[in-house]
């Protein structure tokens, strides 16, 4: 059964920095990338990483986000930094077809279960 499992999510203090790992169990062959969803707001998309190790962001998620994956057969983390109160949520792995680009929400095809991100003032 194809699953994302996400880790490395907690609490930091603003200006701190964290990594995110997501391992996944694929039954077919899909890029991975990362959503959050901030309190009060739309789920968003944060970034996605192709097969050739091409990265592709958000706008709003570039300057402090980092996604990368160093083979087929390893993890796919996220490295935030600078974290804001703001970036306080829950952050999803996720799988959808390689496209070139951003998913987009109905571009996914499977979900992880998430992992929280508490940034305090």
């Known amino acids: 059964q194809a699953q994302l499992v996400e880790s490395g999510g907690g609490s930091v203090q603003a200006g701190q920095s964290l990594r995110l790992s997501c391992l996944a169990s694929l039954t077919t062959y899909l890029c991975l990338g990362w959503f959050r969803q901030i309190p009060g707001k739309e789920r968003e998309e944060v970034a996605n990483?192709?097969?050739?190790?091409?990265?592709y962001y958000a706008d709003s998620m570039k300057a402090r986000f980092t996604v990368s994956k160093a083979s087929a057969n390893d993890p796919l983390y996220l490295e935030m930094t600078s974290l804001k109160p703001e970036d306080t949520g829950m952050y999803y792995c996720?799988?959808?077809?390689?496209?070139?680009?951003?998913?987009?929400?109905?571009?996914?095809?499977?979900w992880g279960q998430g992992t929280q991100v508490n940034v305090s003032s």
């Open positions: 990483i192709n097969s050739d190790g091409t990265a």
């Open positions: 996720v799988a959808g077809p390689c496209r070139g680009g951003l998913f987009g929400e109905f571009g996914v095809v499977l």
